[in-house]
């Protein structure tokens, strides 16, 4: 039984697309193919015109540090290291961490935790480390945010403020968001929405034909 | 490094138990070298110190006929030696009357010393625990052992010696018990008599001649090139010079393979700790196994995976050859210090020996990143997606 079949579609620079669909339907494996976590059994997946399925294991690693943001659903913070330390880590991995300290106080002054730099990630809240897990996914200003299902651990307060906190980043910093939800009320107007039901990727309520070419 | 770092200190319990694993293992080793060396290397020391010197001379085939004070004389113009003392060996049957009831005793060893230069040459003496060592030509001085088995003969009892001379004639002499001497392992002369050597070469008919001149040194690292430097002085005259190594090794063959056993169980131990450490760095990878899948999805390559569980492995490895080899030393300098003594007779040699210190703390260090290998590796093979759904 496969997945996902026959799933083809392009995304746009700095569209923010929503992934819908039922339980097991197969929208978490798709972001995970577009991710490089998962690999398909066939066809291809070109991002800024590179085919990643010709990539070697070491060549994904650095494509997803450089050119992926990935906001998990339950944060997936480094629970041994600092707010500050989770947010440079990707940058820490490109080997690029001296001089973006700046930076990654910018993005928490941009998600409201100025404050909470030095506290250790299992020390703030869900709604927190979400926000954290927000900044970590932009400080390598990556060309596409992968979210799965950011709000799904979260009241629906702090959902409203994490959907609105990366509505106004994707706008601000002109960057893609690919995010998988079941919410989709939350997240009111998107660009697109792309249903996936049965392993196969429809338009809203229409089959889709598209290709990645974010 | 920080991230390694971090994850290890966080599990306290880990690093605990891991760092233990190497403590003991390197605990184990300088126990083992304390007691076991400590042991080879009293006996070497008591063996050197009472019967042997640094360097033994004899005659190749019989007895030395050379004029012992000139040989004396000649060792004792090198700066290296000390002092060297002549002695001479043979058996007696020995007579004491106590209570009125004659106790006999045979083949007992008789050394012949010559107390003035003996005393120089050798610490023997010090093992007279009552009464004092030879000082004239009819006193003696018996080892422990063979003053219980004359009945318990005391300083001043008189004893009758029966010696055959080298004709096959019985010589005999009466003595005075000038001392008991009973050494702490038993190296001493305590299944022994000691008696003046001319008094022995008169009973023996062996004048002018000697059984063995053991040189004392004051550097014994010199003994080789003292023995080599004699041979070639003295080419025609048939002399044998043995250095403690070589005079005792019949004596120490069979300890020296006990001691390799025991190395090898020390070894093993450290292989243990070494199984130890897989163990505990697994169930660190196994308590680790999301985070190693975030780290994969935002980036991290296998090798930055494997460098973070290998550094935890040197840290393991660094902490624990650290704290090991304190306490390995800290054992050494208690054992030192308190001069303990091996079944509470004889005091061990104990010495910190910076090469097998170093060496251990070394191999330890060495096995712990080698331990750390495996785990890493496993680590390395996780996949992301997998990873991240572990709880």
């Known amino acids: 039984m496969k997945a996902l079949d026959d799933v083809s579609f392009s995304i746009e620079q700095g569209e923010v697309v929503l992934i819908v669909g039922s339980s097991g339907s197969g929208k978490s494996t798709l972001l995970n193919m577009i991710g490089l976590l998962d690999s398909p059994t066939n066809g291809s997946i070109l991002i800024d015109e590179t085919n990643t399925t010709t990539l070697n294991d070491s060549q994904i690693s650095s494509f997803r540090n450089k050119k992926l943001g990935f906001i998990f659903q339950f944060s997936n913070l480094l629970t ?29 002054k941009a998600v409201g935790l100025e404050t909470q730099i030095h506290k250790r990630a299992n020390k703030i809240s869900g709604g927190q480390a979400q926000r954290v ?24 307060v702090t959902s409203d403020t994490i959907v609105q906190l990366m509505k106004s980043m994707a706008r601000k910093l002109n960057q893609t968001f690919i995010v998988v939800t079941h919410d989709r009320e939350h997240f009111g107007d998107v660009d697109r929405i792309i249903t996936i039901k049965d392993g196969r990727a429809f338009e809203g309520e229409q089959p889709s034909t598209m290709e990645i070419t974010a | 490094m920080k991230l390694a770092k971090r994850m290890l200190f966080n599990k306290k319990g880990s690093l605990i138990g891991a760092v233990l694993a190497v403590t003991i293992g390197i605990l184990v080793i300088h126990v083992n070298f304390v007691i076991f060396q400590g042991l080879f290397d009293a006996i070497v020391r008591d063996i050197s110190e009472y019967r042997n010197g640094d360097i033994l001379v004899t005659n190749e085939d019989d007895y030395i006929d050379k004029s012992d004070s000139s040989i004396v004389s000649w060792f004792e113009r090198i700066s290296y030696v000390e002092a060297a003392a002549p002695r001479l060996s043979s058996t007696a049957e020995m007579e004491i009357t106590k209570n009125g009831k ?24 010090e093992t007279v625990a009552e009464g004092t060592y030879v000082f004239s030509r009819n006193s003696i001085v018996l080892g422990n052992t063979v003053a219980e088995d004359l009945g318990g003969a005391t300083v001043g009892d008189n004893v009758k010696v029966m010696i055959i001379d080298r004709w096959g004639e019985e010589q005999t002499k009466r003595f005075t018990v000038s001392g008991i001497a009973k050494s702490p392992g038993g190296q001493g002369f305590d299944y022994s008599t000691v008696i003046h050597i001319d008094t022995l070469r008169d009973m023996t008919n062996r004048e002018d001649q000697t059984g063995s001149i053991m040189v004392k040194l004051k550097d014994p690292t010199k003994a080789l090139e003292v023995k080599e430097f004699f041979l070639l002085s003295f080419p025609n005259d048939d002399f044998l010079a043995e250095t403690i190594e070589e005079s005792a090794e019949e004596q120490l063959a069979g300890f020296r393979s006990g001691i390799a056993m025991i190395n090898m169980i020390g070894y093993f131990g450290m292989m243990s700790s070494a199984f130890a450490i897989v163990t505990i760095q697994m169930m660190l990878v196994n308590g ?7 780290m994969r999805a935002i980036g991290a390559k296998r090798k930055d995976i494997l460098i973070i569980f290998i550094f935890q492995g040197m840290l393991i490895g660094a902490i624990g050859a650290g704290v090991g080899t304190a306490t390995g030393l800290g054992y050494t300098f208690y054992a030192k210090e308190t001069k303990m003594s091996f079944n509470n007779s004889l005091p061990l040699e104990v010495t910190y020996n910076w090469e097998k210190i170093i060496q251990t703390a070394l191999a330890s260090f060495v096995l712990a990143i080698i331990a750390s290998l495996y785990p890493s590796y496993r680590a390395t093979k996780l996949l992301p997606v997998e990873a991240m759904r572990t709880v």
């Open chain 1, 80 to 108: 041994d290291l600092s707010v500050l330390e989770n947010i440079l880590l990707p940058r820490q991995i490109a080997g690029t961490d001296l001089t973006s300290e700046k930076q990654a106080l910018d993005l928490l």
């Open chain 1, 133 to 156: 897990a927000i900044a970590r996914g932009l400080i390598n200003k990556p060309s596409i945010v992968l979210a799965d299902e950011p709000t799904g651990n979260l009241d629906s």
């Open chain 2, 102 to 125: 004659l106790i006999e005793k045979t083949r007992v060893p008789v050394v012949g010393v010559d107390p003035f230069n003996d005393i120089r040459a050798s610490t023997v003496h």
């Open chain 2, 288 to 294: 680790k196994t999301r985070e190693i899948g975030v």
